[in-house]
């Protein structure tokens, strides 16, 4: 342009400049989001169409949508699998427009006969034939960086709910506890969102797994960590693997709609095909045969080049058999690794946990992780994988928003960060930390004094034939005391026998990346002969239960018990152990003080001293920590295995007997697919040396009402001891093999249950000669028994669990020994278990 002259836009061009933009003004432009109605979690995948053109998009994992048209459009429709359609009007221009579906009432998938093959069906036998080129666990090795986000909600309160004081003081002090995230105004109150940063490492050959979490923020009423809800919040647990045939969830294994055996458990459809990114896909939803069974009903796209799966969605039907559970959803993305096989990029889980009453509350539980900077086919060392989750000392440090702003994959919606305030404010108010502390009374039986807790409260009262009544009162310290030492404690008081009995003990903890610890403990107290603490410790229901009724072969002791615990590596754990106890019997007994003489004087107490030396090999056993002890969530696939040796030692502060013992133990689990799941336990004991038979292998009874899985039902307490034995626990759960197959017995939901219990055992000579005919006194002794002529002892049974959701009847036959004195021949025993 020349100086002093004028520029002269030519018509042409400025028609060209704004064509689109006049084309445009005509058409139809919306950009939106879909939500649950209920949970306001995005619904990815779902189909955006503008109505009767073949317009369409499908919303992206986080449920966000872009649709265009330049043809004149009136409505746009939203469909998802599993929810009812919508529709809303549209106009000419740019506008925002956000759909909430509602969950569908599904019902049965008519069967309809083709000539012909599915067409779905040749997709899936190439997805299964391929299987092994995606399937990430053919990976040598991978890790990866991922952010992990939790949310736990109250959802569907109640009217009546609602007008309890407790919800009434939260409503003065927020200015509302509604989240409507519904168009019908349904209210969530958050309870906690956590947030967690990690490391993940996975190795094939040995099968490894760690997860190195490097940062958490972790906000919610009445969670004080001690180290427990840092392991939990990260990735580990919430990973799902549908190349897998059988999806383990919530202790429950759920069929694969790709797996080897789907046809037997799914109807599919071939709905369509669509490029996914730039991957080119075919779409199948898959529905289950029958609503009682543990599968999904959703929809999954799988590429047509690799004939890998792309992303599925897939959710439970609330009729399958699981307890509590409205839906289970899992939504993810999957994505090519550098080496081959896919792995998830995004996930998204839900548990919608249904009320317990019609005036109650349901609650909802999101799990969100996303995955980036994969490296695959590094594996490293076999000692890096010691510890299933490590959490770093630093990992609480970073709470401000800036950090995590920078470690977050995607930003936090405007909805989470309103969470953080509100469960602020909640937990704030007294009447809720007096609800809080209510509740973890009853989950933990402790009442928590800050440093101190108080209980447990399920032993504070027992009345048997030896005591009278029983009252006690106990104690350990907590986390918050010490994060190396624990102190615990209780003082009873029987006032049949008049008799004062206590305990006080400590554990230090010396490392907790080999979990190591020590400990020593010293007891006055009076217990049932077979009852050794080392079983029946981890379950306090039987063990307060076997302190009621007639207490047959009751004795007090005082022992001292000290030893030394530590995970070499992981999976394998080495413990040592001494042991000094006393045996005074409340019964009639009696052994010879010298068994080759005839004439020799008959004694009925005596003291031991003893240290063991053991083993336990659990390659696939999960822990976590909480504060200062370490808990078990399972032994997983592989068997553990503990191999123990004991000498005893005389002359030892009094004690009385040299002897050898080996005890080996084998526990599993088996997943045995359409049967179900079976738990084997396997013990085999020898004993060296002639003892008393208190001192041999004392197999443990039952006569409590209830079924005990680690005891022998209809055997009575004492009535049979082995220095040479084998013993299996065998439980078999089907699940809904039968009853889901029985018209209407179905929406019962019973789970068919078996058992067998036995025993092989002997006992020799010299140890028959350490039995008593009499007591000191001169009294008939009450003998205990020993197998015969290699005749076993076996129990039988059947039963139906998950009665009204809570009860379990087992029907017990005893088969052997059925002369013995006062024997059950068959027994009906009634339990209460809490199982989903």
């Not at 000692?383 to 928003?401: G, I, L, P, T, W």
């Not at 087992?810 to 021949?825: A, Q």
Request: with cysteine.
């Amino acid at each position: 342009m020349h100086p002093g002259k004028s520029m002269r836009t030519h018509p042409l061009l400025i028609l060209f400049w704004f064509t689109p933009a006049l084309l445009f003004s005509q058409g139809t432009e919306v950009k939106g989001k879909v939500t649950d109605a209920i949970s306001g979690e995005a619904i990815p995948f779902a189909s955006v169409m503008f109505k009767n053109t073949t317009l369409g998009v499908t919303t992206d994992f986080e449920g966000n949508f872009l649709l265009r048209s330049n043809v004149p459009v009136d409505s746009i429709l939203v469909t998802s699998v599993g929810y009812n359609p919508r529709i809303k009007p549209v106009k000419p221009g740019q506008q925002l427009i956000n759909f909430q579906l509602d969950e569908a009432i599904t019902n049965l998938k008519e069967l309809v006969v083709k000539s012909g093959e599915n067409p779905a069906y040749k997709i899936l036998r190439q997805v299964i034939k391929n299987k092994e080129l995606h399937d990430k666990r053919t990976l040598s090795a991978y890790e990866c960086d991922v952010y992990t986000k939790i949310e736990i909600d109250v959802n569907q309160i109640s009217e009546k709910l609602r007008q309890k004081k407790v919800m009434k003081k939260i409503a003065q002090v927020l200015d509302s506890i509604d989240r409507v995230v519904g168009e019908d105004g349904k209210p969530i109150l958050p309870l906690s969102i956590t947030e967690s940063y990690s490391r993940l490492y996975y190795r094939t050959n040995p099968l490894l797994k760690t997860e190195d979490i490097l940062n958490t923020r972790i906000n919610g009423i009445g969670l004080n960590d001690g180290g427990s809800v840092n392991q939990l919040v990260g990735s580990s647990f919430q990973e799902y693997n549908f190349y897998q045939n059988r999806l383990p969830i919530l202790g429950k294994h759920f069929e694969s709609p790709i797996a080897e055996g789907g046809r037997l458990y799914y109807e599919y459809d071939l709905m369509d095909s669509l490029y996914i990114g730039d991957d080119y896909c075919y779409r199948i939803d898959f529905f289950p045969k029958s609503p009682a069974e543990l599968a999904f009903t959703g929809r999954m796209w799988i590429t047509k080049k690799e004939f890998a799966l792309r992303q599925i969605e897939a959710s439970t039907d609330k009729r399958a058999n699981i307890n509590f559970i409205n839906k289970i959803q899992i939504q993810q993305e999957l994505m090519p690794t550098p080496s081959g096989p896919w792995m998830p990029k995004k996930n998204r889980v839900l548990f919608n946990v249904s009320p317990l009453s019609k005036n109650s509350a349901g609650m909802l539980a999101k799990f969100y992780s996303s995955n980036k900077n994969i490296v695959t086919d590094q594996p490293h060392p076999s000692s890096f994988y010691n510890k299933r989750v490590q959490v770093e000392e630093s990992a609480n440090s970073h709470q401000d928003d800036k950090f995590w702003d920078s470690l977050r994959h995607e930003p936090l919606t405007r909805t989470e960060k309103n969470v953080y305030r509100m469960i602020d404010t909640v937990k704030s108010i007294p009447i809720v930390k007096t609800y809080v502390d209510i509740f973890k009374i009853l989950v933990q039986g402790y009442y928590n004094l800050n440093q101190v807790e108080v209980g447990p409260y399920i032993s504070s009262i027992a009345h048997n034939g030896v005591e009278g009544i029983r009252t006690q009162m106990g104690f350990r310290t907590n986390y918050s005391f010490s994060k190396k030492m624990t102190y615990h404690g209780m003082v009873a008081y029987g006032f049949g026998d008049d008799r004062l009995k206590y305990s006080l003990g400590m554990r230090r903890t010396l490392s907790r990346h080999h979990w190591t610890t020590t400990g020593v403990r010293y007891t006055h107290d009076i217990t049932r002969l077979g009852l050794d603490p080392e079983v029946v410790s981890n379950n306090p229901l039987f063990l307060a239960a076997a302190r009621w009724g007639r207490f047959v072969r009751a004795y007090y002791y005082d022992e001292v018990f000290a030893y030394a615990k530590r995970e070499f590596v992981r999976g394998f754990t080495g413990r040592v152990a001494v042991h000094h106890w006393s045996f005074d019997p409340t019964y009639r007994f009696g052994f010879p003080s010298n068994p080759s003489d005839t004439t020799s004087s008959v004694r009925n107490q005596f003291i031991n001293a003893e240290v063991f030396f053991e083993a336990r090999y659990a390659m696939s056993e999960t822990f976590f920590q909480n504060g200062n002890e370490r808990l078990s969530l399972g032994i997983g696939k592989k068997p553990a295995i503990t191999l123990r040796y004991t000498r005893g030692v005389k002359g030892v502060a009094g004690s009385n007997f040299n002897y050898d013992k080996l005890m080996l133990n084998i526990d599993q689990r088996l997943n045995m697919g359409l049967l179900g799941n079976a738990f084997i336990t396997i013990n085999s004991e020898y004993i060296f040396n002639q003892l008393p038979y208190p001192l041999l292998t004392v197999h443990l009874g039952n006569r409590t009402p209830t079924y005990t899985p680690f005891t022998f039902n209809l055997m009575n307490y004492g009535e049979f001891a082995s220095d040479c034995s084998v013993s299996m626990h065998y439980r078999q759960y089907f699940e809904g093999l039968i009853f889901n197959r029985i018209p209407l017995m179905s929406r019962l939901k019973w789970r068919l249950v078996g058992t067998a219990n036995v025993i092989y055992g002997s006992m020799r000579q010299a140890n028959r000669q350490m039995i008593s005919e009499l007591t000191p006194n001169g009294e008939p002794a009450l003998k205990t028994g020993y197998f015969t002529n290699g005749k076993p002892y076996l129990e039988l049974g059947y039963g139906v669990e998950n009665i009204f959701k809570l009860l379990r009847i087992d029907f017990v036959h005893r088969l052997t020994y059925l002369d013995n004195k006062n024997v059950r021949k068959f027994g009906i025993l009634l339990s209460v278990q809490f199982k989903l």
